[in-house]
């Protein structure tokens, strides 16, 4: 199963694909879409739509998932922020993907086992699950740590269909 995480920002658009193999992981890809901050807004997200939807169409990954976002106490950049996470759910979905949602705690405890995990413990756990990996940013980390949990997820879940008789 392929898949391809997505850590919204307005900036900098993580993505990460990888694949998955039963609990075996293979590095596919990451990058960053990034966006003009000189830019109209509107400018801006169709330039990351642009992007992020090459990279679907460049990597044919088969789910995807999203990082939710919190609010913040800028109650301008916690909108821009929707509207780049926006862009996140639209272009997977465009392309008749399943998007998963993960808060940042639930990536941090996949990827980490604790959900209050720094940023550096993520990016050292993403490195050791996909080995030889480079990276091309700390949003492509958070990306492919995104990635790594909705794979787990998805094996959970097949699992357990197939303990129950569904398929």
Same mark, same amino acid.
């Given at each position: 199963m392929r898949v391809l995480g997505i850590d919204p920002?307005?900036?900098n658009l993580g993505w990460g694909v990888i694949e998955a193999d039963g609990v075996r992981l293979r590095h596919i890809a990451n990058g960053?879409?990034?966006? &003009? *901050?000189?830019?109209?807004?509107?400018?801006?997200?169709?330039?990351?739509? !642009?992007? =992020?939807?090459l990279v679907i169409a460049q990597y044919a990954p088969q789910?995807?998932?999203? $990082?939710?976002?919190?609010v913040n %106490? &800028?109650?301008? @950049?916690?909108? %821009?922020?929707?509207?780049?996470?926006g862009i996140a759910?639209? !272009? *997977? @979905?465009?392309?008749? =993907?399943? !998007?998963? $949602?993960?808060?940042p705690n639930a990536v941090k405890k996949a990827v980490v086992g604790v959900g209050k995990a720094a940023k550096e413990q993520v990016d050292h756990m993403v490195r050791m699950q996909l080995p030889g990996v480079?990276?091309?940013?700390p949003d492509a980390a958070d990306a492919l740590a995104i990635a790594i949990c909705h794979a787990f997820h998805c094996q959970t879940a097949r699992s357990m269909a197939l303990a129950g008789?569904?398929?």
């Open positions: 920002g307005l900036r960053v879409c990034r966006s &003009d *901050p000189s830019a109209t807004l509107a400018a801006r997200l169709l330039d990351l739509h !642009v992007q =992020l939807t789910t995807s998932a999203v $990082e939710q976002t919190f %106490k &800028d109650a301008v @950049a916690t909108l %821009k922020l929707g509207s780049a996470r759910l639209l !272009v *997977p @979905a465009q392309a008749g =993907l399943e !998007v998963g $949602e993960y808060a480079v990276i091309a940013g008789g569904v398929r």
